[in-house]
Antibody, heavy 116, light 110 residues
């Protein structure tokens, strides 16, 4: 059974940092490109970042460039999103998904709340 | 502001057909595959259509996708009350080197 399980969300003050993790199982993670997608409360989906299979190519939405870093550890079947200099507008449920713009496999999401 | 434009809402009666449009440009829809997602409140998106018109295993053929030029369309026939959800298109933009989703369309089955 394919599973993507996000963790690491929580409440953080503006300017703070969080590291999200996504544990993958049930498919060949090392052969899969992966994506982070977020959804602010009551809003639509927003693509955040994408990393290719070998981790050498990474892409970001403009609003997070220079603040967020996507990475992966294929030996641990894990995807990460390091989020620094967090802003109130980064508050959202963050999903990891297989593929370049989402795909058939999605996690359940982890909530990040940026508030003082 | 997304590069992909969807109508905020559509509605139709049970049993009827509805279409949801997704408009973009040559750098995104025009030169990349489009996917469509269904999302119920509080749940993760579910892939309905990939590569413009292909359905993953388990998705009924009531759902269809098409693409023409810089626009894509999701069609749903035989509407059921259980189809009430938000629907999103998604694609890659080759000029911006980023992914995008449309703003989402809320489907109401009257």
């Amino acid at each position: 059974e394919v599973q993507l399980v996000e963790s690491g969300g929580g409440l953080v003050q503006p300017g703070g940092s969080l590291r999200l993790s996504c544990a993958a199982s049930g498919f060949t993670f090392s052969s899969s490109s992966m994506t982070w997608v977020r959804q602010a409360p009551g809003k639509g989906l927003e693509w955040v970042a994408y990393i290719k299979e070998d981790g050498n190519d990474k892409y970001y939405v403009d609003s997070v460039k220079g603040r967020f870093t996507i990475s992966r550890d294929n030996a641990k079947n894990s995807l990460y999103l390091q989020m620094n200099s967090l802003r109130v507008e980064d508050t959202a449920v963050y999903y990891c998904a297989r593929g370049r713009v989402g795909g058939v496999f999605w996690g359940q999401g982890t909530l990040v709340t940026v508030s003082s | 502001q997304s590069v992909l434009t969807q109508p905020p809402s559509v509605s139709a009666a049970p049993g009827q057909k509805v279409t949801i449009s997704c408009s973009g440009s040559s750098s995104n829809i025009g030169n990349n595959y489009v996917s469509w997602y269904q999302q119920f409140p509080g749940t993760a998106p579910k892939l309905l259509i990939y590569e413009n018109n292909k359905r993953p295993s388990g998705i009924p053929d009531r759902f269809s996708g098409s693409k023409s030029g810089t626009s894509a369309t999701l069609g749903i026939t035989g509407l059921q009350t259980g189809d009430e959800a938000d629907y999103y298109c998604g694609t890659w933009d080759s000029s911006l080197s980023a992914g995008f989703f449309g703003g989402g369309t809320k489907l109401t089955v009257l």
